[in-house]
């Protein structure tokens, strides 16, 4: 994307023009994407804002600029999760009452059950070569190397696979959203 590329290779004032326009075009869906996981405007407000920060650091390090909506929606979305987690931590730190605890724990166990559900789902229908890969890349937390060595095959072998898995799966999502 040209506003990613100007942003790197701009001067001061071109760099900071491109990034505000970048946020001007991308901020509403960032924004979207955190108020759907946090639903609490300052804590909207601040994911939005790592979010932003995260691109301002890593932007060189985007390998499909013209990708960019869905690179920021799946940082942003990452973060909301993590700090979602934060704060339920910090609830329950500050000692909720017994039931308000028991209400929360069955509605993130519910959540849990139905996301891992879809999760197996997703993952049965994979051929088993990509399966096996998703699992130990995204699940266990093995880095590429890591599966590479531990399933003999060139770590080429390894992203190129977890490419077409990620690709296959959201093919299927963009079949089932229709």
Not at 12 to 29: C, I, S, Y
Request: net charge positive; with cysteine.
């Amino acid at each position: 994307m040209e506003l990613v590329e100007r942003f790197l290779t701009g001067e001061q004032g071109t760099a900071q023009d491109a990034f505000e326009a970048l946020v001007k075009r991308h901020g509403p869906m960032v924004h979207r994407v955190c108020w759907k996981i946090l639903k609490r405007c300052q804590d909207v407000e601040d994911a939005f804002q790592e979010t932003f920060l995260v691109l301002a650091r890593k932007a060189g390090t985007i390998h499909h600029r013209l990708s960019i909506a869905s690179w920021l929606r799946q940082v942003a979305q990452r973060i909301a999760i993590r700090m979602r987690a934060k704060i339920v931590r910090q609830h329950a730190q500050l000692r909720l009452t017994d039931d308000e605890v028991a209400l929360e724990e069955s509605k993130n166990s519910a959540a849990r059950n139905e996301l891992r559900s879809l999760l197996h789902a997703e993952l049965d229908r994979l051929p088993e070569e990509y399966r096996t890969l998703i699992v130990h890349c995204y699940l266990e937390g093995k880095t590429n190397e890591e599966a590479a060595r531990l399933l003999g095959c060139p770590v080429g072998t390894v992203k190129s696979r977890l490419w077409s898995a990620r690709g296959m799966i959201r093919e299927r999502q963009r079949v089932t959203c229709m």
